[in-house]
C-alpha cells in the first residue's frame, strides 16, 4: 500500500472503533444511538476491513505486519476486537463491549497517532518470518490476556456490588456472575494458548543460538512480565479446568494480568517490537 492509502486505512479504522465504542457506551448507559441497529454489523465488518489492511500490509512487507510501532498496535486493536466479536457471537451480546471496545478505540489511536506523527513504516526489529511470528504470538496473547482482564475488573466490581447490595446502574447493565466468569475464561484460554507459542519459539530461539548469532539484544523486562503472565494464567487455565480455581480467583488473576499487559503495551509504545 502507499503511505498516502495507509493514512487513509489507519484513519479510516480509528473513525470506525470510535464510532463502535460510542454506540456500546450509549447503550451502556441506557440511551439510543443510530447505530444499535447496525451494531453488530457494523463491528464485523470494521474486523473484516482491519483483517484486509492487516493481510494486504502483510503481502507489502512479505512478512506478518506486526513489527513497527504502529503496526502493532493496530493489530492489538484487531485482536481484541476480534476476541470481543467472537466471544459475543458464541455467547450472545452483553453491554461489557463498551469497556473493551474503548481499550481497542484507544489502542487504534495510538496507533494512528504513531503513524502520522511522522513515525517510520519500517520494522523495529529483523524482519524475518521467525521474529514476525514470534511478534504476532505475543501480541495475540497480550491481546487476549487484555479482554481478560476487562472482563475480569468487570467481575470484581459486579461481585462486590452484589455483597453489598449495590443494585443500581451498573447491576443493571451487568450479565450474571457465571456468564461473566465464562467470557473471561474464554478471553484467558485465548491469551494462555497464543502465549504458550511465544514462549516455545522464545525458548527455541535462545536454545539454538539464533539471538546471539543476529546480535540481539534481549529485552529482559518484557520477557520477565512475559513469562510471568503465562505461568499465572497457566495456574489460572489448570484450576478453572478441574474447577478450583475460578470466580473472585480466577477474576483477580486477570486483573493481575492486565496490569502487566499496560507495562508491555507502554514498552512496546517507547521501543518498539523487538526494539
Known sequence: MTSTLTDATVLLLTVLYALLADGAAR???????RLDALARPLLIGTVSLHLVVLALRGIETGVCPVLARWEAYSFV???????H???DLRRGPSRTGVFVLGFVAAMQFLSAVFILGGTPEGPTGAPNSVGSLHAFAALLGISGVAVAGILGVLYVLLDRS??????????QRMPSLEDLADRTASAAAT??????????IGVWGITAGVAAEREIALPWVPITLTLAVWVLFGICG????????GGVRLAWCTVVGF????????????RGVHG
Open 77 to 83: 486493536a484487531f485482536a481484541m476486537a476480534a476476541i
Open 238 to 245: 489448570v484450576g478453572h479446568r478441574f474447577r478450583r480455581f
Open 162 to 171: 452484589i455483597r453489598r447490595g449495590h443494585y443500581g446502574t451498573f447491576y
Open 85 to 87: 466479536l467472537f466471544i
Open 27 to 33: 447503550r451502556f448507559l441506557g440511551g439510543r444511538s
Open 259 to 270: 496490569i502487566a499487559v499496560c507495562g508491555l503495551l507502554l514498552f512496546l509504545g517507547a
Open 191 to 200: 491469551g494462555f494458548a497464543a502465549l504458550t507459542v511465544t514462549v516455545g
